[in-house]
T-cell receptor, first 113, second 116 residues
């Protein structure tokens, strides 16, 4: 069964600190992996997309990594800001299906003063 | 430009009633998706439209759920005889092209459905 597991489930950090969120997946065959940010009461917004051949991709203070051999990805947030408080969702696409994505349950990040 | 919009933003209904949820995708986006997000759960795929046809409706949980898309644009998700377990946030997304490419899905804000 295709699954995406994220850890930690929730995280509280001080403003200015860095943090790393983890995503492990069993989706196969793998097509690509996206990290989404979902603010409370809003729809998810894509941060990065990574394909099989990509190891690292950055988007501002967000850096995603992918190890397709171990089926693991991470999202590193540098110098966190209060506006980073949100849920971060890892989503994996399967090459075998045209329309289905497998979503993780997300990591709820809270950045405090 | 305008993003994906959904209406209503909140809907409270009594068990057994029918509800209709609306999604207006980004203009020009041919692909449209409906998802359900329950508390503490990941997004659950419901149905995918390419144009007006639905090549994948395998995520609809029961025959009480149906969806249609007209004119390659607006879509409505209908839930008949609502049950309490239908309470969730229903998210709509659209993308520029077919879902088997790398086109990003743009999500609407969702409709929070509460069945009492």
């Amino acid at each position: 069964k295709n699954q995406v597991e994220q850890s930690p489930q929730s995280l509280i950090i001080l403003e200015g600190k860095n943090c790393t969120l983890q995503c492990n997946y069993t989706v196969s065959p793998f097509s690509n992996l996206r990290w989404y940010k979902q603010d409370t009461g809003r729809g998810p917004v894509s941060l990065t997309i990574m394909t099989f051949s990509e190891n690292t991709k950055s988007n501002g203070r967000y850096t995603a990594t992918l190890d397709a051999d171990t089926k693991q990805s991470s999202l590193h947030i540098t110098a966190s800001q209060l506006s980073d408080s949100a849920s971060y969702i890892c989503v994996v696409r399967n090459t075998g299906t045209a329309s289905k994505l497998t979503f993780g349950t997300g990591t709820r990040l809270q950045v405090t003063l | 430009g305008a993003g994906v919009s959904q209406s209503p933003s909140n809907k409270v209904t009594e068990k057994g009633k029918d509800v209709e949820l609306r999604c207006d995708p980004i203009s020009g986006h041919t692909a449209l998706y409906w998802y359900r997000q329950s508390l503490g759960q990941g997004l659950e795929f419901l149905i995918y439209f390419q144009g007006n046809s639905a090549p994948d409706k395998s995520g609809l949980p029961s025959d009480r759920f149906s969806a249609e898309r007209t004119g390659g644009s607006v879509s409505t998700l209908t839930i008949q005889r609502t049950q309490q377990e239908d309470s969730a946030v229903y998210l709509c997304a659209s993308s520029l092209g077919p879902s088997d490419n790398y086109y990003e899905q743009y999500f609407g804000p969702g409709t929070r459905l509460t069945v009492t």
